[in-house]
């Protein structure tokens, strides 16, 4: 496992290819396209959940090529190839993300009527995440223990970028039309409001009954269940505050100095419970 560097911005080679990266820059953007943004770790698997199903409730199948990975452009996934290469030919209505940056997305994509869909989760419960994601996947750096691991995220040492300035590089697109900002809290809280939103935003909105088949097929335990620990191995508690059972004192205010440095005036924000 090693990273490198483009554009200032940490890559894991053996799972963002620098050539996939290349590829992204001239990836033709279709009308019909649904694409999620992520910061790792902020339910990027659950939101291709939601979005997926939201499509089947119309009877839109799932591109069959991919099994246990959300469609990221940027991704190589062995025994499936680039990503980018083959969401090329997929048939539209192509339902795909990315954890890239603002300034790495295809050109082509702000410009055009696709549909963005941002996802964001508090930058605690999203290091706790990563912190574990990391200690399971081969392909990242296993941290060498939660204190240096804070002392990387707060310093922005991050694969995919710091933390704020991927999310504020996002947030400064508040306005554009075509953007919808969902936030992991909000679903956790009240799901179906969410699929509502989002279903309407798609321009597909439910009917009440459809609206809570999504909710239940997409909640934790059905999506646990239904994929399996196994190829699912982004699955690992699912709740909002877990940051509770890993922050000292110490790096819980260290957190929230940086929260508020960096968020005060911009409007973005959130909840932590
Ligand atoms: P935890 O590690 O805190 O449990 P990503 O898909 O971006 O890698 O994010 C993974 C995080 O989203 C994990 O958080 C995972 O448990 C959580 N997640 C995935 N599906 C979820 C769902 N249906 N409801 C709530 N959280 C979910």
């Known amino acids: 496992m090693t990273y490198y560097k483009e554009r200032g911005i940490s890559f894991p080679d053996g799972l963002v290819p620098r050539s996939n990266l290349e590829l992204m820059k001239t990836f033709d953007i279709r009308e019909e396209d649904i694409i999620f943004l992520t910061y790792p770790k902020a339910g990027t698997f659950w939101i291709h959940q939601v979005i997926k199903q939201i499509l089947a409730s119309e009877g839109v199948q799932d591109e069959k090529y991919l099994t246990d990975v959300p469609n990221l452009l940027e991704f190589t996934v062995p025994g499936i190839g680039a990503l980018v290469e083959l969401l090329k030919t997929a048939p539209s209505p192509r339902v795909m993300g990315t954890h890239v940056p603002v300034e790495f997305l295809p050109p082509g994509l702000l410009g055009s009527k696709a549909k963005i869909v941002v996802m964001m989760r508090n930058p605690k419960d999203t290091a706790v995440s990563t912190f574990h994601f ?129 968020l005060s005036n911009t409007g973005l924000e959130f909840e932590f419970e």
């Open 134 to 262: 990391y200690q399971k996947m081969s392909y990242m750096k296993t941290p060498e223990s939660w204190d240096s691991f804070v002392e990387e995220f707060l310093a922005g040492d991050c694969a995919w970028g710091p933390f704020y300035d991927h999310v504020l590089g996002f947030w400064k697109l508040k306005d554009h039309h075509n953007i919808l900002f969902l936030k992991y809290e909000d679903m956790k809280k009240d799901l179906p409001a969410e699929v509502r939103k989002l279903s309407s935003f798609l321009g597909r909105p439910l009917t009440e009954e459809a609206v809570q088949a999504v909710v239940s097929a997409t909640q934790f335990d059905s999506m646990k269940k239904t994929l399996g620990q196994q190829s699912a191995p982004w699955a690992r508690k699912g709740v909002i505050g877990d940051w509770k059972n890993h922050f000292s004192d110490e790096q819980s205010r260290a957190f929230d100095d940086q929260y508020r440095d960096r």
